[in-house]
């Protein structure tokens, strides 16, 4: 077991992961790699068919054409969210030929890969850096995985990539469209998905790409969103996902009365605060409750007669109805959460699609996700300085994958969403059990019983003064918990680390524990 | 008094879906008396809980038996009111044992209030009570009647009684819906002490029913704190006694009706436009405001149509209505909405109420806006506009003092 040391922000982080030396975290903007970017291996046209068909029958033979062997790192992409079936074919598949000790590198894990508990097991998969929740987060928090569990955000995927932390061998690319050159869309086909941004940096950075597509079409597939050329394999399969689970059909507002009063809360505090003027920008997902805060966001923006320059996706069917009233000129997305998002990103030019390149990698020469106006989050947790956890539950289990939340802070005004308790668990706590958000950069903590501006944000306590907004300290909401749910016990957590949490330049923020 | 033998006995929800609730389970046997929990927050609450479930124990002189919790991060007085309901179920007897109680007091009782909107809450779900103080309904309605299931009707009193005393309902009235008869004596008796405001009766068809529990309450409570009363006419035979009922007793505030159970008896199904139940709520209406007290009419069913609420708001408050029942929170914006006074409604009755003062100053008996002539009842249909601005917020008290 390697050492242990103190971080800037006081977390014991191990100082060597899976075998490389790493950063324990320095602060904020304390880490500039310097050096040069990592890049693929050279190739040369002359090893792929010049009639550009570069089909393979089977992912297995696929994989064996491209040289899949023991010890690599395979990558795969989370467009067909739960309803994918490419990442498991390709474990499958390594598992018939017999190699071992891969490193799956997913841009996030869903519930549907817990197969791939059996490929850990049995020594086909060494180890997951990426997302782990459901059974593949028990089995990673039970300290059953070989190797550490590396969890990073969107953008943090792409600084390891660039700066050469992670070197990816194979990437396989689930396209829902496709040509057999290997130019690929998720805009359109059965399995359609909108967009495949999480897989660019892989098809730019691997050695070795496959695509794998359910829908099959001659030369050229327009548009294409990965570039055939820098493609080795592409495998026609029957189906790449169930597309029931990828997007949903209708997008549904949550009914929850609390969910929906934080959402008019946090609505209510962007217009208050003067940060919904004419012309600015917001970042809100489908989730339950941010969803909730679109549609009452739309209705001050209809009152106050604004409209927003552009709104950053996960798209769902508000938003585009926003862009088709006017309410909103662009979405910028980086995925699409219903059917209306993926039409209207195939169909109208002002819904783009992007990558976690243009808004969050950290090795950019600039991020969107820096002047975003809002963005609006979830949580697990929030302790008294604002420090934020969104992997793991109270008890220290792995939850959840941290996805753009960690990129999506460095919004001007990030603002957590979510409930002072659930279920008598406190939200906001003394102190969090997963540090993946620094406290200076969570600016508004909005919940059922008040919104807590952090002390840091004088300018937004300030504008929001007089509101008639239930702007309250921090520590007074906590000690209403304190009185509603009870003063919870410290939960015990052993001291072996099973996985990391890291920062978006690379460093190493925190640790997860066996449960 | 005939000693019940102790049995087996149990109260509350199970199962995977079950939330912020728990099941509690006893079982005779030779002692010591064993406290088992199991608890999705165990983790976090395990001593908590059992320490509460002991409290219960020790105050009902518990020495034998198992009693076992399966808790879904319930918060302590669930926990006690589902023990003690166990333990009563089961035979025992004990005094009542409170939560700690909350340190806000809350909105004081008042008989003249905004009553725009009341929210119904199940007693027996105390997941849907936790939160009820945030939404800043004019009312919130403790439910112990037609949403409680007869089986339950002893855990939700006791459930209720406890949200009374933990929880912060902030500045909404404190409402109490009570059973009819004998369980309804027994409602009264766990609640009337834990500061209620008022007490909705249902199905009232007489005054004496009222006056009866008008007495009781006096009797719980003492003159000066017995809370208000709201009785409900669901029936053709309260309707056709609705001023006897408004005027039966000095602690009746307020008067409604149920619509759901009178289109029952009618047997004419609740139509959109009310046709059916015109003669009812213009009844409520007239006999209320004859007894001096605020007319208010049902609830609205559907709570996703929030037009169609707008709408029934609308329509209710033109025939004369000062609330509307909610179901679901959500409700509760729209009908403030739709039961403040416009701004032109506003305007006008600023410019007759300044007339009408202008008018009193000088010692003239005739007020006139411009050049029309107003009669004294448009002058206090004037006031009460004003006034309801005012408690709604739309209008500063200054505002309508400005010459």
């Known amino acids: 077991m390697s050492a242990l040391e103190r971080n800037a922000a006081g977390r014991l982080v191990p100082t060597s992961v899976n075998g490389r030396e790493m950063a324990p975290y320095r602060g904020l903007g304390g880490h500039r790699p310097t050096g040069r970017k990592a890049a693929p291996a050279v190739a040369t046209c002359l090893d792929y068919p010049e009639d550009g ?10 994989l064996a054409k491209v040289g899949l062997a023991d010890g690599m790192v395979v990558s795969s992409h989370h467009h067909l969210r739960n309803g994918d079936l490419v990442a498991n074919m390709v474990f499958d598949a390594a598992a018939e030929l017999g190699v071992r000790d891969l ?42 995985m070989r190797g550490l569990g590396v969890l990073r955000s969107h953008g943090g ?29 998720g805009d359109r086909g059965p399995a359609a998905c909108g967009l495949l941004g999480f897989a660019l940096a892989d098809s730019l950075y691997a050695d070795r790409v496959i695509v794998v597509t359910d829908n099959l079409v001659p030369f050229p597939c327009i548009p294409w969103q990965i570039q055939g050329n820098n493609v080795d394999a592409v495998v026609p399969v029957p189906s ?70 552009f709104a950053r996706g996960g798209s769902n069917t508000v938003m585009v109805d926003m862009l088709r009233a006017g309410e909103v000129e662009y979405i910028l997305d980086g995925q699409t959460f219903d059917l209306d998002g993926v039409t209207s990103m195939a169909s ?137 749910c009870g003063v919870p016990s410290r939960p015990t957590l052993s001291d072996q680390p099973v996985a990391v949490v890291k920062w978006v330049d690379g460093t190493v923020l925190d640790t997860v524990w066996r449960v | 008094m005939s000693e019940t033998p102790v049995q087996a006995a149990a109260v509350g929800p199970l199962g995977e879906s079950v939330r912020s609730d728990l099941h509690v389970a006893y079982e005779p046997g030779s002692g010591p008396v064993a406290v088992r929990v199991a608890s999705t927050v165990g983790y976090l609450y395990r001593d908590a809980i059992e320490t509460a479930a002991r409290r219960v124990v020790d105050a009902f002189a518990v020495t034998t038996g198992t009693l076992t919790l399966t808790d879904a991060g319930a918060l302590e007085w669930v926990i006690l009111a589902r023990v003690e309901t166990c333990l009563r179920r089961a035979g025992l007897d004990g005094p009542p044992v409170l939560p700690l109680p909350d340190p806000h007091q809350g909105a004081p ?32 309605i403790l439910d112990l009647e037609d949403s409680v299931p007869p089986a339950e009707k002893d855990s939700a009193r006791i459930l209720v009684r406890n949200a009374l005393v933990a929880l912060d309902f902030g500045g909404s009235e404190r409402i109490v819906r009570v059973n009819q008869g004998t369980l309804g004596e027994a409602d009264l008796e ?92 213009q009844t409520v209406v007239y006999a209320a405001r004859a007894a001096g007290i605020q007319p208010i009419a049902s609830v609205f069913s559907d709570v996703s149509d929030e037009a169609g609420l707008a709408a029934y708001v609308r329509r209710e408050r033109a025939l004369g209505f000062d609330g509307i029942g909610c179901i679901h929170p959500r409700q509760i914006p729209v009908v403030h909405r739709e039961m403040t006074p416009t701004p032109v409604e506003v305007e006008r009755a600023i410019k007759v109420v300044r007339a009408a003062r202008e008018a009193e100053a000088l010692g003239l008996g005739v007020v006139s806006v411009g050049s029309k002539m107003v009669d004294p009842p448009v002058v206090k249909q004037a006031q009460r506009t004003v006034a309801a601005a005012i408690a709604a917020g739309v209008l500063a008290p200054e505002q309508e003092q400005e010459p």
């Open chain 1, 240 to 309: 790449i996902g169930d597309p029931a689970k990828i997007v949903s059909g209708t997008t549904v507002v949550t009914q929850s009365p609390d969910r929906r009063r934080i959402a008019e809360l946090a609505a209510r505090f962007c217009a208050a605060a003067g940060i919904m003027r004419p012309g600015f920008s917001f970042q809100a997902g489908a989730g339950g409750t941010t969803l909730a805060f679109t549609i009452y966001l739309r209705e001050l923006m209809r009152s106050a007669g604004v409209t927003a320059r």
């Open chain 2, 190 to 281: 766990a609640i009337a002490p834990h500061n209620v405001h008022l007490v909705l009766l249902p199905k009232v068809e007489d005054p004496e029913t009222v006056r009866r529990v008008a007495d009781r309450l006096r009797g719980l409570c003492g003159d000066r704190d017995a809370p208000l009363l709201m009785p409900i006419l669901e029936s053709p035979r309260g309707i056709f006694r609705a001023l006897d009922i408004a005027t039966a007793d000095p602690l009746v505030a307020a008067l409604t009706l149920g619509l759901e159970d009178l289109s029952a008896e009618l047997g004419a199904p609740r139509s959109a436009d009310g046709a059916e139940s015109f003669l009812a709520r």
């Open chain 1, 348 to 484: 109208d030019p002002r819904h783009v699609n992007t990558s976690p390149f243009t808004s969050y990698n950290f090795h950019g020469k600039g991020n969107f996700a820096s002047f975003v106006d809002i963005a609006v989050l979830g949580a697990t947790e929030v302790d008294l300085g604002f420090n934020a956890n969104v992997v793991t539950h109270s008890d220290g289990r792995l939850l959840h994958g941290i996805g753009g939340w960690q990129n999506c802070l460095a919004a001007r005004c990030a603002m957590l969403l979510v409930p002072s308790f659930r279920d008598r668990i406190p939200v906001i706590v003394d102190e969090v059990t997963t540090l993946c958000g620094p406290g200076e950069l969570v600016d508004v903590v909005v919940t059922e019983r008040g919104i807590a501006v952090n002390p840091r944000r004088q300018d937004l306590l300030d504008a929001v003064s007089g509101s008639g907004l239930p702007i309250r300290p921090i520590a007074d909401l906590k000690a209403e918990l304190d009185r509603l």
């Open chain 1, 157 to 185: 995927r792409w600084q390891a990539i660039q700066d050469g932390e992670v070197h990816v061998d194979v990437a396989v690319i689930a396209a829902p469209t496709a040509d057999p050159f290997g130019n690929a869309t």
């Open chain 1, 103 to 144: 490193m799956w590198f997913p841009s996030a894990s869903f519930p549907v890969h817990s197969n791939q508990i059996r490929h850990l097991d049995s020594g086909v998969l060494h180890h997951i850096e990426g997302s782990m929740n459901g059974p593949l987060g028990d089995y990673c928090s039970q300290g059953r």
């Open chain 2, 109 to 140: 009782r008042q008989r003249e209030r905004l009553r725009r909107s009341r929210l119904y809450l199940p007693g027996n779900q105390p997941k849907l009570v936790l939160s009820a103080g945030l939404y800043e309904a004019d009312a919130m």
């Open chain 1, 53 to 62: 068909d570069k089909r393979a029958p089977t992912l297995k033979e696929a």
